[in-house]
């Protein structure tokens, strides 16, 4: 089946560093990649996706591009905030096609003022 | 937007008990559902896969006699850890897709089980 490896953790910033976090996927075709924040507290959310190569998913200043060059869909965010302290999983179908989701081993990011 | 809810949120119990999860999604109809079971400070590991109306399928590994699921309506999926033991305690999660849609999947807030 498909899967993600996803960078480990944990990862501190200061407030306005620049994010990345690398997710590199392997699979069967090109299935649609994600990624989701789990805020302290609080269950998963769907933070952006991308269907097909060379789109980018964006959203709340997050950016990834699915690349199957490199077969990445690494996270970015130019300035980070206070407020965007999570854990991040990256995340695509167990089998392209399909509905059920396998997750990365997600990453902690704290951003201290 | 679409919203699943979980109940309870939090849940002690003694070894040997049953234990009921609802999950509901609540402005969506949902033909399938998923239920996930996270450890601490690690991924999400799907445990099954919910179907409204048929069986649940079970990823390997996971007992369907110990996990039972039932998702009776196209809102309400529920699962059932029997007889549960300390090694069972986990934060289980579970999540929808909404009827006519491929990939999108919502989630629930979670239920931390604590089996003492």
């Known amino acids: 089946g498909n899967s993600v490896t996803q960078m480990e953790g944990p990862v501190t910033l200061s407030e306005e560093a620049f994010l990345t976090i690398n997710c590199t996927y392997t699979?069967?075709?090109?299935?649609?990649l994600f990624w989701y924040v789990q805020y302290p507290g609080e269950g998963l959310q769907l933070l952006l996706k991308a269907t097909k190569a060379d789109d980018k998913g964006s959203n709340k200043g997050f950016e990834a591009t699915y690349r199957k060059e490199t077969t990445s869909f690494h996270l970015e965010k130019g300035s980070v905030q206070v407020s965007d302290s999570a854990v991040y999983f990256c995340a695509l179908p167990h089998q392209t096609g399909a509905n059920n989701l396998f997750f990365g081993t997600g990453t902690r990011l704290t951003v201290i003022p | 937007g679409a919203v699943v809810s979980q109940h309870p949120s939090r849940v002690i119990c003694k070894s040997g008990t049953s234990v009921k999860i609802e999950c509901r999604s609540l402005d969506f109809q949902a033909t399938t559902m998923f239920w996930y079971r996270q450890f601490p400070k690690q991924s999400l590991m799907l445990m099954a896969t919910s179907n409204e109306g048929s069986k649940a399928t079970y990823e390997q590994g996971v007992e369907k006699d110990k996990f039972l699921i039932n998702h009776a309506s196209l809102t309400l999926s529920t699962l059932t850890v029997t007889s549960a033991h300390p090694e069972d305690s986990s934060f289980y999660i579970c999540s929808a897709r909404a009827s006519g849609t491929t990939d999108t999947q919502y989630f629930g807030p979670g239920t931390r089980l604590t089996v003492l």
């Open positions: 699979a069967t075709g090109y299935p649609s």
